[in-house]
């Protein structure tokens, strides 16, 4: 297993973190995943076998936010 932190710009609400932590978590591969609005961040936690960063970073972005930077 692996962890992503995304930085996402666009989030303008907790409705909005929950939507893109509802999407992520639908993505084979996905373990876990947390996001908050407050700090505009996503935690991921992802098996790299089944899935990887660009996959996780174009599902976000496919949703009409933005990925402005990522920490393994």
């Given at each position: 297993?692996?962890?992503?932190?995304?930085k996402?710009?666009?989030?303008?609400?907790?409705?909005?973190?929950?939507?893109?932590?509802?999407?992520?978590?639908r993505?084979?591969g996905?373990?876990?995943?947390?996001?908050?609005f407050?700090?505009?961040?996503?935690?991921?936690?992802?098996d790299?076998?089944?899935?990887?960063?660009?996959?996780?970073v174009?599902?976000?972005?496919?949703?009409?936010?933005?990925?402005v930077?990522?920490?393994?």
């Amino acid at each position: 297993m692996k962890s992503l932190t995304l930085k996402i710009e666009g989030m303008h609400c907790d409705g909005c973190a929950a939507t893109v932590k509802a999407l992520v978590e639908r993505a084979d591969g996905v373990r876990t995943a947390s996001v908050a609005f407050a700090t505009g961040e996503a935690r991921i936690l992802y098996d790299p076998a089944t899935t990887n960063e660009d996959r996780l970073v174009a599902i976000v972005e496919k949703s009409g936010y933005r990925v402005v930077g990522r920490t393994p």
